[in-house]
C-alpha cells in the first residue's frame, strides 16, 4: 500500500512537466452518467499539443491508458480502473465556423455544438442535440439519433495515433462509420472534427430541435441515471421491443432497473452497483437469446479490466 502511494506521489511529481492536472483516485460513479464504478486516477490534458508526449511518457513508464470523455456510454467495475483516465479539457474556441463546414474541438459538448450550429444557419445533425457527452465520443460511437448518425457529416479527424504517436489529419475515405462502431483504433484520441453541414434558417433547425427533444422525453427516461442503450438492436430487431415483449419492463438487481419507459435503459434506481448492472444485462441477454434466438452486443462500452 504505502508502496503505490510512493508511485503515484512520484507519478504526480512527475507529471508536473506538462501542462496537465492530476486527479489521484476520482470515483468513477462521479464521472460516467450511470454512476457506478470505482476509483481511478485521472489525468486532464489542458494542451492537447501535449498529448504526443504524455502518451509517450506513460508509454515509457509501462502504464495503460484509457480515454474518458463525457462518461455517458461508459460502465466501468466496481473494483474500478488500473489504466489511467485521460481526459482532454474543453478549449475556449473549441466551434470554428467557415461556410457550411464547422471544427469542433473533441472535447466539446455535442449538444451545445448542435445548438451553436443551429444560430450559425447549419442543420442535418439537430437529432443528435440530445445525445449527452463530447463530441470525441460521438465521433468514436458514431453517435445516431433520429434518423442521423454523426458520421454521416464529417470531412476530417483530427486524431493522435497512438500506434504512431503522431498527430494526423484523416479523411472520411480513411474511417469507417457504421452503427455505433467505427474504424478507430482503441489507442486513437480525436482532437477535432470537421463536419459540412447543411445550410437552413435558423427558426427550421430548432423546430427539429424541439421536435426530437419531444420525442427523446416521451420515450426515454433522461431525468435518470443511465447510458442510454445498453445493447444494440441487431439486425431486423428492436431490443427494446424485446425486452418489453418479455414482460422484463422493472425488472430489478438490487439498485439496477430496467427502465419502465424504455426497455432497452438500465437505470440506476437506487444506490446500484457496476455488478447489478452486470447481473441485470446477463439476464437481458440470457432471456433474449433464448426466446428470440438473438445475440445481443453491447452498446455501452464496459471497462472489465482488473485493478
Ligand atoms: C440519457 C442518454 C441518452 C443517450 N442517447 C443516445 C442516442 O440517442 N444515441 C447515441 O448514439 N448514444 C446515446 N447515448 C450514449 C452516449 O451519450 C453516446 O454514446 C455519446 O456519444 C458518448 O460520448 P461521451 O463523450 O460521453 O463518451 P464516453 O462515454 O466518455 O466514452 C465512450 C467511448 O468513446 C471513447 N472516447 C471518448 N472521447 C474520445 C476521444 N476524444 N477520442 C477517442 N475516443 C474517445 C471512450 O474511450 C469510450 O470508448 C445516450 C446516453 C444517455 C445517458
Avoid at 23 to 50: F, H, N, Y
Avoid at 56 to 73: A, D, E, M, T
Avoid at 127 to 138: F, I, R, Y
Amino acid at each position: 500500500m504505502t508502496g503505490a502511494m510512493n508511485n503515484r506521489a512520484r507519478l504526480a511529481k512527475e507529471l508536473e512537466a506538462f501542462p496537465v492536472r492530476w486527479k489521484p483516485g476520482q470515483r468513477m460513479s462521479e464521472l460516467t452518467s450511470l454512476a457506478v464504478g470505482g476509483p481511478a486516477d485521472v489525468v486532464v490534458i489542458e494542451d492537447p499539443q501535449c498529448l504526443p508526449d504524455v502518451v509517450h511518457f506513460f508509454r515509457s513508464k509501462g502504464i495503460p491508458w484509457r480515454l474518458l470523455g463525457g462518461g455517458s456510454n461508459l460502465l466501468v467495475r466496481d473494483e474500478g480502473l488500473r489504466s489511467i483516465a485521460l481526459q482532454l479539457a474543453p478549449e475556449r474556441n473549441g466551434v470554428l465556423f467557415d461556410g457550411p463546414r464547422v471544427e469542433i474541438s473533441a472535447a466539446a459538448s455535442l449538444g451545445t455544438a448542435v445548438t451553436r450550429c443551429a444560430k450559425n444557419n447549419l442543420g442535418g445533425i439537430a437529432g443528435l442535440v440530445g445525445v449527452p457527452g463530447t463530441v470525441g465520443g460521438a465521433l468514436h460511437m458514431n453517435a445516431g439519433a433520429y434518423g442521423t448518425q454523426i458520421g454521416e457529416f464529417v470531412k476530417a479527424v483530427k486524431v493522435f495515433r497512438g500506434s504512431t504517436g503522431e498527430i494526423e489529419v484523416l479523411k472520411p475515405e480513411g474511417i469507417r462509420f457504421e452503427y455505433r462502431q467505427t474504424s478507430f483504433a482503441a489507442d486513437d484520441i480525436m482532437l477535432s472534427v470537421t463536419l459540412e453541414l447543411i445550410e437552413r434558417p435558423y427558426e427550421r433547425i430548432v423546430e427539429r430541435i424541439k421536435q426530437c427533444n419531444q420525442k427523446r422525453r416521451a420515450s426515454q427516461p433522461i431525468s435518470e441515471k443511465s447510458a442510454g442503450c445498453i445493447f444494440k438492436n441487431p439486425p431486423g430487431y428492436s431490443t427494446g421491443k424485446m425486452i418489453d415483449d418479455l414482460g422484463m419492463k422493472g425488472m430489478r438487481m438490487g439498485g439496477a432497473m430496467i427502465s419502465d419507459r424504455h426497455a432497452n435503459f438500465i437505470v440506476n434506481r437506487q444506490g446500484a452497483t457496476a455488478s447489478d448492472i452486470f447481473r441485470l444485462m446477463d439476464v437481458m441477454r440470457e432471456r433474449v437469446g433464448k426466446s428470440f434466438g438473438v445475440e445481443l452486443e453491447e452498446e455501452v462500452i464496459v471497462w472489465r479490466e482488473s485493478p
